[in-house]
Every structure is written in C-alpha cells, then in structure tokens.
C-alpha cells in the first residue's frame, strides 16, 4: 500500500489549492480513504474523509466543513481534497490515509495507512 500526496503550497488567504493523493498496490475505491493534517506543535487532526463507493459517505471536520470538499476518481485510483476559502489556521502538512479494514463508514478514522505529507501554508 502506497499513498502519495501533491499539490500543496503557498497561497493567499482566500484562495484555493487542491491535494491529490495516488494510491498504489491496492483499490482505493473498496476502502475508506482521506486527509489529516498537522501543524507544528500540534496534533494530528483529521479533516476529512470518504468511505468506500458501496457506501459514499463523507465525514468533515468542524472547521473545514463548507470549505473543503472530498472526492475521488476511481478509475484514476485518487483521491482529491478541494480547498477554497482558506485561512492561515490551515497551515499544517496534509497527509492522506487509508484503512483497509473498514469499507463502510469512515469516521472515526483508524489511520492503517498513510504516505508522505504535502505542505500548505496560507499567508499574505
């Protein structure tokens, strides 16, 4: 199981990036898959996830809720986090996971999984 996430970056707050993350050597779309972030001293918070395409269901956190959106392309074994609106509180290092062990349901995540992190940072 392999996990790698892209698209992070600088950006203004206000403005929209958005991650991707590939995953290899297994289907993610059987599977919950999504993103937590952290940020320098802090813990890891999860921000977002979606469970497997039986199920489609989606879980986000308070503070991203209306912002960011999930998303996935099967045939393309990737999963997206759209985020508009940002704020510099979403600086942190984004980092996509899996849990092959759950196909229904996403939250609470279990975290099996994850790859490299992608850096955001938003600041004027």
């Known amino acids: 199981v392999q996990l790698q996430a892209s698209g992070g970056g600088l950006v203004q707050p206000g403005g929209s990036l958005r991650l991707s993350c590939a995953a290899s050597g297994f289907s993610l779309d059987y599977y919950a898959i999504g993103w937590f972030r952290q940020a320098p001293g802090k813990e890891r918070e999860g921000v977002s996830c979606i469970s497997s395409s039986d199920d489609g269901s989606t879980w986000y956190a308070d503070s991203v809720k209306g912002r ?3 998303s ?3 045939a393309k074994n990737t ?3 759209e985020m508009n609106s940002l ?3 979403d600086t942190a290092v984004y980092y996509c996971w899996t849990d092959t062990r759950v196909a229904y349901g996403c939250y609470p995540p279990g975290y ?3 790859g490299q992190g992608t ?3 938003v600041s004027s």
């Open 112 to 114: 099996e999984y994850w």
């Open 87 to 89: 704020k510099p509180e």
């Open 68 to 70: 960011f959106t999930i």
């Open 119 to 121: 850096q955001v940072t």
């Open 72 to 74: 996935r392309d099967n």
């Open 79 to 81: 999963v997206y986090l």
